[in-house]
C-alpha cells in the first residue's frame, strides 16, 4: 500500500531563514504528489503537485519542492521564511486507500512549522 | 460562494443526537470525498463519491452514513456517535479524469465537530 512519511513532527524557524520540509513516500509507480498547508481553523490548501516532467517544481507563495526517485522524497522548500507561513504542512500522494480502484490522496501526519520574529 | 462550503463550522452534538453535516462545491468537479481529521493523526478517507457512484469504505463505522443527492452535494448523517468521534471533518472535490489523469482534490473549511 501507499505511504508518506513527514519524520518532522514540528520544526522552527526564524523569520527570514530558509526551509526544508521532508516528505518520503511509497509507491511502486510514477507517484502523483502534493504538498498542502492547512492554517489553524481552516481547510487544506494546495501548495504544489508533481505530476511528471521537471523534477523542480515551483508553487504558490514562494515554494517550491524537489522529486527525487532515488530518495523517494518530494521535498518542500522555501528560500526565506515569512511569519504568516506558520501553519500545518501536508504531503500526500495519490493512491488507493480503499483498495477499490477508486485513486484518492494518502496523507502524511504533517508537519507544525513555527516562525520566530 | 466560491470554491468548496461547508455547514455547519461548528458543530457540538450529545451522542444521542442525530445530525447531518453539509459540503457543497462550485467548481464543476464531479467526485466529492469526506476525510476525518483527528489530533495528531493523518488525514483518513472516510468516502469518496465518484460520478455520483458511492465507494464502499468497510472501515468507517455505520454511525457515519454519507449521501450524494447530485455532483454538487455531499452530506454525512450522524447517529449516536462517541466521544472519539470528535474531530476536524473535512471535505474535498475533485475532477475525476478516471484512469487517464488525476487532478487535485479542493478542500473546503471543515466542520469541527466535538461529542459530549
Known amino acids: 500500500a501507499q505511504s508518506v512519511t513527514q519524520p518532522d513532527i514540528h520544526i522552527t524557524v526564524s523569520e527570514g531563514a530558509s526551509l526544508e520540509l521532508r516528505c518520503n513516500y511509497s509507491y511502486g509507480a510514477t507517484p502523483y504528489l502534493f504538498w498542502y498547508v492547512q492554517s489553524p481553523g481552516q481547510g487544506l490548501q494546495l501548495l504544489l503537485k508533481y505530476f511528471s516532467g521537471d523534477t523542480l517544481v515551483q508553487g504558490i507563495k514562494g515554494f517550491e519542492a524537489e522529486f527525487k526517485r532515488s530518495q523517494s522524497s518530494f521535498n518542500l522548500r522555501k528560500p526565506s521564511v515569512h511569519w504568516s507561513d506558520a501553519a500545518e504542512y501536508f504531503c500526500?500522494?495519490?493512491?488507493?486507500?480503499?483498495?477499490?480502484?477508486?485513486?484518492?490522496?494518502?496523507f502524511g501526519s504533517g508537519t507544525r512549522l513555527q516562525v520566530q520574529p | 460562494e466560491t470554491g468548496v462550503t461547508q455547514t455547519p463550522r461548528h458543530l457540538v452534538m450529545g451522542m444521542t443526537n442525530k445530525k447531518s453535516l453539509k459540503c457543497e462545491q462550485h467548481l464543476g468537479h464531479n467526485a466529492m470525498y469526506w476525510y476525518k481529521q483527528s489530533a495528531k493523526k493523518p488525514l483518513e478517507l472516510m468516502f469518496v463519491?465518484?460520478?455520483?457512484?458511492?465507494?464502499e469504505n468497510n472501515s468507517v463505522p455505520s454511525r457515519f452514513s454519507p449521501e450524494c443527492p447530485n455532483s454538487s452535494h455531499l452530506f454525512l448523517h450522524l447517529h449516536t456517535l462517541q466521544p472519539e468521534d470528535s474531530a476536524l471533518y473535512l471535505c474535498a472535490s475533485s475532477q475525476d479524469g478516471g484512469s487517464v489523469r488525476y487532478n487535485e482534490q479542493f478542500f473546503g473549511p471543515g466542520t469541527r465537530l466535538t461529542v459530549l
Open positions: 500526500a500522494v495519490v493512491s488507493d486507500p480503499m483498495d477499490t480502484g477508486r485513486r484518492a490522496l494518502t
Open positions: 463519491y465518484s460520478l455520483e457512484e458511492r465507494v
